[in-house]
Structure formats: structure tokens, C-alpha cells
């Protein structure tokens, strides 16, 4: 029988949920890119720079998004925050599956196999109508999935003590990973199978599901029937750390401008906006990069098991979460001081060199798709623990009262990164194939991809170089 004192660890619980909820968030928003480019292309008569401008607007939207969603997620409270955020995103994947039959009836035909047999200019308004089409469902996706993030950092700073946040956070952020790699294993299958609109509205109902577990499983720590005295002491243990001051100030709301007045708050904006791009990036075009390169689609065996390997290396991300961990508790028992930053920052440094492997993915390309395949993946475990330590350095910065909004922001400045960053790369791609761009040694589409890998490549340094400037010593903010 085990002793009344005991401590509960319903808080792992609550980053179970997280972590459900970011799978179901990126399995959502892979969904486009894993049938455009087989199934959604050839029916409505899209190229790169169609898919280009999707996934930017896409961005942009989430971008402006995410700067209110922080504010909307402070304002309504985790738990409700959270299920309109969930439920508008599931909405969102869902409406995709009427773009079809919405452009059927506008053009005038009356399957998909009209619309793909059309030449001329009403293959230019299928491809223009239909472009349009998902713009407004991807839209509402963004609408939705700003909240995620906002709601999720929150939640991980109210269950969790600073030393154990980045922990928690790579834990739920893996979720991204894990989407990703469920992802290329269902979701090709099921838009073979169904067609590309089930394909939407199945994973759009995950979202639903998972509403319906968090209006049971949450409340807050002090509030919840699972979380005893002294799970509640240990999540608390950070104000025996602080300053009663500091204390205080954690009970004032912050406003959007009040905050870009921090220097703190310019580190993350730097330190989002020169990771997303690179994330999403990745995520939405290496199923293209694989068939216009190697000629591999993601219905096939090797490509399913190329995307499966990408994300299974991703979640390497997870012991990067915990290296900030190993660095403040060794500082603690040598006598240090609690500097939960500059821990995650040495962390941050190194995790900011690993992406400039995938400098070798186009070199290497030439003898294997596994080479590029592997490289990007340990680029994308690098940007997971990047990530999930960026998210961490505004709950480590900021009163809990302002950490959506700080997050928020952030995230708006990684969603304009994604925006530059697909519409660039769409636009380049079509460009590069049609003047037969060289770049060394690479000719075409290779060489654009060869030129956004070099970007990719050493964008970690630079934002972690831009942290640093802004923010060269841990110092929380006191709220005015």
C-alpha cells in the first residue's frame, strides 16, 4: 500500500496530453504536404510556386495568430484556451476536403478526373480557384494551431519547476516528430486508399477526441484532484528561489508592446526567427525534395521508410531537452547560483552546430537518398532541442502572467521566418528549373535546394549569436 505522503506525477500526465496534442497539431498540418505533390498537383494543376504561396500564407496567418494567441491564451485560461484552439485547427484540416468539390462547381466540372484532363485557361482557373480554395482552409489551420504552442508553454510552467521545464518541453515538443513520423506511414496510404480528402478529415476528428480528454484531465496544479501536497511543493519549488519581488510582479499582465520593450523578448523573437524557417522548411517540402531529386514518392516503400527514418532521428531531441537539465544541476552542487539561462545557452550553442552537417545533404545526395535523408534528420533533432529551449527561456525570463504572450511573439516571428522561407523556396525552385540555375556543381532544382541547405545550415549560430547580444546574462523580467 503506498504511504499518503508519497508524491503524485500527475504533472507527467498533463505533458502526456501536451504531447498528444502536438502530434495531432503536425499530423494535421502534414497532411498537405504529403498529397500535394502525387495526389492535389496533378488534379488541380498546381507547381511549386502554387504549393510556395499556400504554405507561406499559411505562415504569415499563423504569425499574425500566434502574437494574439498568446494573449488569448492568458486572457481565457489554459483549459479553455486550449479546446478553441484544438477544435478550430480540426475544423480547419477538415474544410481541406471540400476545396475539391468547391472548385469542381465553380469551374463547371464534375469530378477529379475532369479537372486533371483540362488544359488551357481552364486548367489556369482550376489551379487559381482551387489555390485559393486552400488558402482559406489552411487559414483556419493556422487560426487553430497558433494556439497550440502559447497554451502548451503555459501549461509547462504551471506544472513544472524551471529546472524540469526543458525537459517537459522537448518531451511534448517531440510530439512534432512524432506526428511527422506517423505521418508518412498513414497518410499517403490513406489518401490512396480513400482519397486525399479523407485522408483531412480523418486526422482532423483526432483533434476532437482529444477535446474531449482534457475537459476531464485538466486543472490547475493547486486546483487538481491528482496533484497531492507535495507534487505541489516540488512544482512550487521555484518560489523558495526567487525573489518575493519577482513574486509579486508574476501576478502582472503584460501587454504586446510593454513586452517588445524587454531585451528578452528580442532574444526569443531572434531566436525563433532564425529556427522556424529552417523547421518548416523541412517539413513541408523534403516529400517533394525526394520525388523532384531522387524521383521516390511517399507512397512507395522507400519513401515512407526515408521519412520514417528523417523523424525517427528527430527524436534525439528529446536527451537534448535534457542536457540544460545536467548543466543547472551540476552548477547547483558545486555552489552555483540558479541560472537556468546561461545553462540552456551552453546547451543552445551546442545544439546551433550540429545543423551544419546538412551542408553535405546535396553532395552526398549523388551516391544515396540516405545521405540527405540522415543529414537533415540530425538537423531536425537539432532544431527540436533548440526549440524546445527557446520556448523554455521565456518561462525562464517572464512571470507565468506573460509567458503565452512572450510565446506568442515568438512565435509570430518564427511564422514570418516560414513565410520568407516557403515563398523563397517555391519561387526559387520554379526559377532555378526554368534558367537551368548552376550552383556548385549542381544544376536546376538540386542547385536551389543546394542554396536553401546553405542557409539552412548556418541560421542556428546566427540566432544564438543574436540571443547572446541581446541577453548576455540571466535576468528576469520585473514587470512595471
Known amino acids: 500500500m503506498a504511504r499518503k505522503d508519497k508524491m503524485t506525477n500527475f504533472r507527467w500526465v498533463i505533458c502526456a496530453m501536451l504531447f498528444l496534442a502536438t502530434t495531432v497539431n503536425y499530423l494535421d498540418r502534414q497532411v498537405l504536404s504529403l498529397t500535394w505533390d502525387e495526389f492535389i498537383k496533378p488534379e488541380f494543376h498546381w507547381d511549386e510556386s502554387h504549393y510556395g504561396t499556400i504554405t507561406s500564407i499559411f ?14 491564451i492568458d486572457w481565457m485560461g489554459t483549459k479553455k484556451g486550449y479546446l478553441w484552439a484544438i477544435g478550430i485547427w480540426s475544423a480547419g484540416a477538415c474544410l481541406h476536403a471540400l476545396c475539391g468539390i468547391i472548385t469542381e462547381n465553380v469551374v463547371g466540372l464534375h469530378s477529379a478526373a475532369e479537372l486533371m484532363q483540362a488544359t488551357g ?45 526543458a525537459f517537459a518541453t522537448s518531451i511534448f515538443n517531440a510530439g512534432a516528430s512524432i506526428g511527422a513520423l506517423i505521418a508518412p506511414l498513414t497518410i499517403p496510404l490513406l489518401a490512396k486508399a480513400c482519397g486525399w480528402e479523407m485522408a ?30 507535495a507534487e505541489l511543493e516540488y512544482i512550487e519549488q521555484d518560489r523558495l528561489i526567487e525573489t518575493e519581488q519577482v513574486e509579486q510582479a508574476s501576478a502582472k499582465k503584460i501587454s504586446i508592446w510593454q513586452a517588445l520593450k524587454y531585451r528578452q523578448t528580442w532574444a526569443v523573437i531572434s531566436g525563433r526567427f532564425m529556427a522556424d524557417g ?24 522507400l519513401g515512407m521508410a526515408l521519412i520514417f527514418t528523417l523523424y525517427a532521428i528527430t527524436m534525439l531531441s528529446i536527451v537534448g531537452g ?23 545557452m551552453k546547451a543552445m550553442l551546442i545544439f546551433a552546430i550540429f545543423p551544419i552537417c546538412v551542408l553535405l545533404a546535396q553532395p552526398l545526395g549523388t551516391i544515396s537518398p540516405w545521405f540527405p535523408t540522415i543529414l537533415i534528420g540530425i538537423g531536425c533533432a537539432a532544431h527540436q ?71 539552412c545550415a548556418f541560421a542556428y549560430l546566427i540566432g544564438w549569436l543574436l540571443m547572446k547580444s541581446f541577453v548576455p546574462r540571466y535576468k528576469v523580467v520585473e514587470v512595471e
Request: charged share 15%; proline share 4%.
Open 385 to 455: 532541442s533548440w526549440s524546445a529551449n527557446v520556448y523554455t527561456t521565456v518561462s525562464d525570463m517572464f512571470p507565468k502572467s506573460a509567458v503565452a504572450t512572450v510565446t506568442g511573439i515568438g512565435g509570430m516571428a518564427g511564422g514570418i521566418s516560414s513565410m520568407i522561407m516557403q515563398k523563397f523556396a517555391g519561387e526559387l525552385f520554379v526559377w532555378s528549373d526554368k534558367v537551368g540555375l548552376r550552383f556548385l556543381g549542381f544544376e536546376g532544382k538540386p542547385a536551389g535546394y543546394f542554396i536553401v541547405f546553405c542557409i
Open 121 to 165: 485557361d481552364t486548367a489556369v482557373l482550376i489551379s487559381t480557384v482551387s489555390m485559393y480554395c486552400f488558402l482559406v482552409a489552411r487559414s483556419v489551420l493556422a487560426l487553430g494551431e497558433a494556439g497550440n504552442f502559447p497554451a502548451a508553454i503555459k501549461t509547462t510552467a504551471e506544472y513544472f519547476p524551471k529546472k524540469d521545464r
Open 59 to 72: 505562415s504569415i496567418v499563423y504569425a499574425v495568430c500566434m502574437l494574439f494567441a498568446g494573449r488569448f
Open 322 to 344: 535534457k542536457l540544460p537539465t545536467i548543466f543547472i544541476n551540476k552548477a547547483m552542487s558545486k555552489g552555483g547560483k540558479f541560472d537556468p539561462y546561461s545553462s540552456r
Open 278 to 301: 529552417v523547421w518548416w522548411f523541412f517539413l513541408f517540402w523534403t516529400p517533394s525534395y525526394l520525388n523532384s531529386q531522387f524521383g521516390i514518392k511517399t507512397t512507395e516503400p
Open 200 to 229: 483531412f478529415i480523418i486526422i482532423g476528428v483526432l483533434g476532437f477526441i482529444w477535446m474531449g480528454i482534457w475537459v476531464f484531465v485538466y486543472a490547475k496544479p493547486e486546483k487538481s484532484k491528482f496533484v497531492n501536497a
